[in-house]
């Protein structure tokens, strides 16, 4: 069973507020992902992370931010929501040596 | 870059009977292809993977065979049940730290 938390699971807030989604690993995997998803639809890559200091954009264009201070936390920042963010985030995990990533449970974002 | 493709994106079938889901590739340095299933309200679980010097593998109900030639990896899933009902991603891993994914299918298991 994978170690890795996202908070808040489910969060509803109105156009122009700034949120952070908080994604935390207990495994010590420097690397790390933030993926966007409708719900059972396909998975997009919007940030990754290949340790400490290290943040790369991924191949769906997002107007979040990430950051990796620390190992085993990376979380995303939304500066002013708007209802076009709306969707699941979820964020994942893995190892140095093996390809598998982890995901953590998701966190539902309506934006009203 | 990597692209994969899956199919089909829905598959309907009666409990008991067999579940085949299907991924194409098209990047031959890819070595790594795993298949995730992810239940309503979750996020996505491993339930097999495997690598390109291997042609299949077996875990319970569940296989994943390869074919490197043609660029096609398969989900077999025997035995049908309802807890099989889910939405099954397949992706492949070119050679960095990324995995490239399908679009999905939804596996309803009729009772």
């Known amino acids: 069973e994978a170690d890795i938390y996202q908070t808040p699971r489910y969060l509803v807030i109105g156009t122009g507020k700034k949120i952070t989604l908080e994604c935390s690993q207990t495994?010590?995997?420097?690397?790390m992902y933030w993926y966007q998803q409708d719900p059972g639809m396909e998975l997009h890559l919007i940030h990754y992370s290949y340790g400490v200091n290290s943040t790369e954009k991924g191949d769906l264009s997002s107007e979040s931010t990430v950051s990796r201070i620390r190992t085993e936390h990376f979380p995303l920042t939304l500066e002013s929501a708007r209802p076009s963010h709306t969707s699941q985030y979820l964020c994942?995990?893995?190892?140095?040596?093996?390809?598998?990533?982890?995901f953590g449970p998701g966190t539902r974002l309506l934006v009203l | 870059g990597e692209n994969v493709e899956q199919h089909p994106s829905t598959l309907s079938v009666q409990e008991g009977d067999s579940a085949v889901i299907k991924c194409t590739y098209s990047?031959?340095?890819?070595?790594?292809f795993p298949w995730y299933k992810q239940e309503l309200g979750k996020g996505p679980q491993l339930i097999i993977d495997i690598r390109s010097n291997v042609g299949e593998k077996k875990d319970q109900r569940i296989a994943v065979t390869l074919n490197k030639t043609a660029k096609h990896f398969s989900l077999h899933i025997t035995e049908t049940q309802p807890e099989d009902s889910a939405v099954y991603f397949c992706?492949?891993?070119?050679?960095?730290?990324?995995?490239?994914w399908g679009a999905g299918t939804k596996l309803i298991i009729k009772p």
């Open positions: 994942a995990s893995r190892a140095e040596v093996r390809e598998t990533q982890y």
């Open positions: 992706a492949a891993s070119p050679l960095n730290y990324q995995l490239i």
């Open positions: 990047d031959s340095a890819s070595n790594y």
């Open positions: 495994m010590g995997h420097d690397k």
